[in-house]
Structures are given as C-alpha cells and as structure tokens.
C-alpha cells in the first residue's frame, strides 16, 4: 500500500528532526549573544581530537550507521546495539544497568511499532533467524 512508513524510515525522520533542531539551537544561540562576543575566529582553531571527543557527533555517527543497518541486521539486533551505544555515550558504566537498558528500550519500541502496524525489518541470514527467534519470545 503506498504512503505506509516501514520502521526504517523512523531513523530518518528521527535524523531530520536532529538537523532542524540543531539549526534552531544555532540560531537561537546566534541571537542571544551580543554582537561584540560573536566571536568566529574560534572555527580556526576546530580540532580533530575535539571532533572525536565530541558525543554529539558520536551520536550522529550511530544514527548514520543504524539506517542502513536495519534491512541488513534487523530491528532487535540493530536496536540493542543502538541503545547500548547510546547508553554509553550517555555515560553509564555498569554493564547490567546498560544491558537492561538497551533491552528495554528495545522491546519498549518493538511493542510500539507492532501496536502501530508498522513493520520491522528482520534483517537476513542469521540476524533473520534471531530476530524470528526474538520475535517467538517477545509474542505473549
């Protein structure tokens, strides 16, 4: 049917969203600094150790490598990985507490979805496998 969204279209609208809120950000910081302390000399001085050291951008890196990842690696597998990284960009550091998290996380959005009629991709070869096996045990 056209016009349904499948999931791998979420991580692209989520993307987008990022972009137009980062503009904004950009703009609303813009404004709120006097004239004489823009100062834009600084982007000279942009590093590639500041770069990588950034979360931010840690973060854009994940959300880039979790598009295509989807149809490949499926949704379970693709969202553990997804939300263990981003629990740990977000600095938590005990395995267990990342492991929940990430598993919760995950099967929080895989009840959503399949609530909305939305199909999740399964991924192929073994990840299709697992995913099928993930699925038969998450069905109750």
Request: aromatic fraction near 14%; charged fraction near 15%.
């Amino acid at each position: 049917i056209q016009g349904n969204m499948d999931a791998a279209q979420w991580p692209q609208i989520i993307f987008g969203l990022l972009i137009v809120c980062l503009i904004a950000n950009m703009i609303k910081v813009y404004r709120g600094t006097p004239a004489e302390k823009r100062n834009f000399r600084q982007f000279k001085t942009i590093s590639l150790p500041a770069i990588l050291k950034s979360k931010v951008n840690w973060a854009f890196v994940a959300l880039f490598a979790v598009i295509p990842a989807f149809k490949t690696i499926g949704f379970i597998p693709t969202g553990l990985i997804f939300c263990t990284v981003f629990t740990l960009l977000f600095g938590e550091r005990k395995p267990l507490r990342i492991a929940l998290a990430a598993l919760i996380i995950t099967l929080v959005l895989y009840v959503l979805f399949i609530n909305l009629n939305i199909m999740l991709p399964r991924g192929a070869g073994i990840f299709r496998s697992f995913h099928l096996f993930a699925e038969g045990l998450a069905r109750f």
